[in-house]
């Protein structure tokens, strides 16, 4: 008789990670994949065994499939992983449900909401953005009369820069909410957008909206190992912002960052302890977002997962590090192998975009893979995909990225635009 298969389960994440995932730990993990995602995956499904297709926008259901699919194949779960925001709320359900360590319902809730995290982090008087929420165009110019400064309106539970502004003036702000009411009420994301429980009842982000102090400086992000009272810093790198896109858009990483010499890097893992505290974690890993300024380290996001996009492909080129594969050492409560800072080159991660929307005819990348520079290029778009740009879709603008090693420190932006002009790209009209 067949012995129990024992895996970790890995909540709801997207084709490309799932097909990552596939090829570096063959019979790790079990995929509990919504059905929409595998029905416009551009990736081969893997075998009947390793992923369980359902609805995730029905919790209950999901748990019952993942339930008789367990049965049905003699598996055992030793943990549960999750990469997407969206995600989330669903993993710490079922985690309650078998018995997995996960973070609670209510930690991710307060993770994900943009004004809740905040709120707990002012009160435990860690550098942030002053935020509140606003269910008008009329709060909205109150608070950007009240702060004085440009602010920043955005979703309460988004992700990434989607339908985010810079307003500076009240005419921005009347702009910008009009366009969120309108693009929201009719977004197909049901789970991003998900209403949520608040201390001021249930919050329905479709309608309600976070408003917040535009903190200006450079921007970073790092990933740390959250363990009881210990934290670990496993990366840290520098955000280059993509000025020919909207508002909040990365055009690359940086790893290893080099942070401000203002800023007291020692103090640092005791901020990101009682920042994560603070929201109700207590053994994750986790990623932070944050704005350096006046030598603190502003928070913007935090969140019980590993950084994104295109950082895991740039972890493991700059030190061989696999921060998915780690991912899954902690659901299992396995130690975490750790590069030495030594073993960290300084590499790019570049963020390829098209700047047109239409359908692509043809990528050529071979400008790009002849650079000596050039250490990987990834396409997730190809022929025959259709773009859409801002701010219907913010994501099939990205076409893929490329990792470098950049000839200096000092031109790494210039270096950035000059790869992106290297990819050529035909379109058609939609």
């Not at 985010?164 to 009420?185: K, S």
Request: hydrophobic letters at 45%.
């Amino acid at each position: 008789m067949p012995g129990v298969d024992r895996r970790v389960l890995v909540v709801g994440t997207s084709g490309d990670y799932l097909d990552l995932l596939g090829r570096r730990f063959p019979g790790r993990a079990v995929w509990l994949t919504d059905a929409s995602v595998r029905k416009h995956a551009a990736y081969l499904a893997p075998d009947a065994a390793t992923e369980v297709l359902c609805d995730l926008t029905r919790p209950d259901e999901a748990l019952a499939t993942l339930v008789d699919h367990l049965a049905r194949w003699r598996m055992e779960l030793t943990g549960l992983a999750c990469y997407d925001c969206e995600s989330m709320p669903l993993a710490a359900f079922l985690a309650g449900a078998l018995a997995l360590p996960y973070p609670s319902p209510a930690a991710v809730a307060a993770c994900r909401s943009k004004l809740v995290s905040k709120q707990r982090w002012r009160r435990a008087g860690l550098p942030c953005p002053a935020a509140a929420r606003v269910e008008s165009r009329e709060q909205a110019l109150s608070f950007l009369r009240r702060l004085g400064n440009p602010v920043v309106l955005k979703p309460l539970t988004g992700s990434g820069s989607e339908l985010t502004f810079l307003c500076a003036e009240a005419q921005d702000c009347t702009r910008a909410f009009e366009l969120m009411e309108t693009r929201l009420a009719a977004h197909d994301d049901v789970r991003m957008y998900a209403s949520y429980a608040s201390s001021e009842g249930q919050t329905d982000p479709r309608r309600v909206f976070g408003i917040e102090e535009f903190v200006e400086g450079p921007e970073f992000s790092c990933d740390f190992l959250l363990d009881g009272d210990h934290v670990e810093v496993l990366r840290s790198a520098r955000k280059i912002p993509a000025a020919e896109q909207t508002f909040g858009t990365t055009l690359a990483y940086v790893v290893p960052a080099e942070f401000p010499a203002e800023l007291d890097l020692a103090a640092l893992p005791s901020q990101l302890l009682t920042a994560a505290h603070a929201l109700g974690l207590e053994r994750a890993l986790c990623m932070l977002d944050f704005i350096v300024r006046d030598g603190q380290a502003f928070m913007i996001e935090m969140a019980p997962r590993p950084g994104g996009d295109c950082l895991p492909f740039l972890l493991q080129r700059s030190a061989g590090f696999d921060i998915l594969g780690a991912e899954l050492d902690v659901a299992e409560g396995r130690p975490v192998a750790t590069p030495d800072s030594r073993q960290w080159e300084r590499l790019v991660g570049l963020r390829l975009f098209v700047t047109g929307a239409g359908v692509i005819e043809r990528l050529d990348t071979a400008a790009l893979a002849a650079d000596p520079r050039v250490r990987e290029c990834y396409l997730k778009q190809g022929p025959g995909d259709t773009i859409i740009l801002p701010p219907a879709d913010y994501d099939s603008r990205v076409l893929g990225h490329v990792i470098f090693a950049p000839s200096s420190p000092d031109s790494i932006e210039a270096e950035c635009l000059d790869l992106s002009a290297k990819l050529r790209v035909e379109m058609s009209e939609a």
